[in-house]
């Protein structure tokens, strides 16, 4: 992208990945107020992580990765945690944070349906329950995964002075949050509890057939319209991954593809105006493919707020959940002057 235009500047960061183990904090980062280290776990669909996390400086402490079946048993999950344990210090007073997908009851501590099958082997268990013991846990603080990703991206912006952080996640559908002043923002700035997915957008004319009644159109929401799935079975391939690959080859699908992520930012247009991002935070493995949409996305991100300084996209998003799990659990429990579970 020609910077010289004023479009917002990419920037990837480094990849966090299980080869370290003691993992530095992003330069200047610090929270107002010290307090101990808290342990973090960070979930998904195929692993588990696991640190000591100090709110102060966001430095991790003994980052470790599990491979995780979670379509399996309730069995299997608490194996791939124990395993990550091994060796792990406790934090003191017992207090974790656990970044998660959803749907998820983060108040109440209880795995959800999701739709793909992705941690079945949660669905309907107390997670709270089966995690205390095995984390020796006092209090446990459940954050979704995107937001704690928000949260972590505000954490490593604050340096640059940025105070309104967008994240977006790109896994099998799409996650996101708004962050403001290190907090997330859940007025009418932005969609109802922070959730872009379900928003409503117009469908694609290019696959709906010539001359349907538009009664007969059913309604499309952002991630039925432009989830890495989505796009992936509209132009004809099983994966996000298969369609990248073949855009590589095909000008006509890469076009295609940019044109999907252009219009991505359109139907994000209402929120970015009102919200104002100073910095979008891009994550997940569709990433990976950065190099083919990225410029397009950012490009039409940055027409529709003056606002927007940069727009950044990471891989490996586990660390920097991590981070964020952490801030949004200090967060959380300042201001009540007591653990909130």
């Not at 966001?58 to 990550?84: H, N, W």
């Not at 998820?104 to 268990?125: C, M, Q, T, V």
């Not at 796009?231 to 690959?245: D, I, K, P, R, V």
């Not at 891989?315 to 949004?328: F, L, S, W």
Request: net charge negative; aromatic share 6%.
């Amino acid at each position: 992208m020609d910077q010289g235009r004023g479009h917002p500047r990419h920037r990837q960061r480094q990849d966090h990945r299980a080869r370290a183990q003691d993992i530095p904090p992003p330069r200047g980062a610090a929270l107002s107020e010290p307090a101990g280290p808290l342990g973090c776990l960070e979930i998904g669909g195929s692993h588990v992580c696991v640190a000591l996390v100090d709110p102060n400086t966001s430095a991790l402490t003994g980052f470790r990765r599990q491979p995780l079946d979670s379509t399996g048993p309730i069995e299997a999950f608490t194996a791939a945690v124990d395993a990550a344990l091994v060796g792990m210090p406790r934090p003191l007073p017992g207090a974790w944070a656990v970044a998660i997908p959803g749907p998820f009851d983060y108040a109440g501590g209880i795995g959800g349906e999701h739709p793909s099958g992705k941690l079945r082997a949660l669905a309907g268990h107390d997670v709270a329950a089966v995690l205390r013991p095995l984390l020796a846990a006092h209090t446990i603080t459940f954050v979704n995964d995107a937001l704690a990703f928000g949260m972590g991206s505000a954490v490593a912006a604050v340096p640059s002075g940025v105070r309104r952080v967008l994240a977006l996640t790109f896994g099998s559908g799409i996650g996101s949050a708004f962050v403001e002043n290190g907090l997330p923002v859940l007025d009418g700035r932005v969609p109802p509890g922070g959730e872009v997915y379900a928003l409503p957008v117009a469908p694609d004319p290019t696959t709906e057939p010539a001359g349907a009644p538009t009664r007969d159109v059913p309604a499309a929401t952002i991630e039925s319209r432009f989830g890495p799935t989505a796009l992936a079975y509209q132009h004809g391939c099983s994966t996000f991954a298969e369609l990248a690959n073949r855009a590589r080859a095909d000008r006509g699908l890469l076009a295609a593809l940019q044109a999907d992520f252009a219009a991505l930012a359109d139907a994000l247009a209402p929120w970015l105006a009102t919200f104002g991002p100073e910095h979008v935070a891009c994550g997940g493995g569709v990433v990976r493919a950065w190099d083919l949409f990225g410029d397009a996305f950012a490009e039409r991100l940055s027409a529709h707020t003056s606002e927007l300084r940069a727009v950044s996209h990471e891989i490996d998003t586990e660390v920097t959940a991590m981070r964020g799990a952490v801030a949004y659990a200090t967060a959380l429990h300042r201001p009540r002057g007591e653990p909130v579970e």
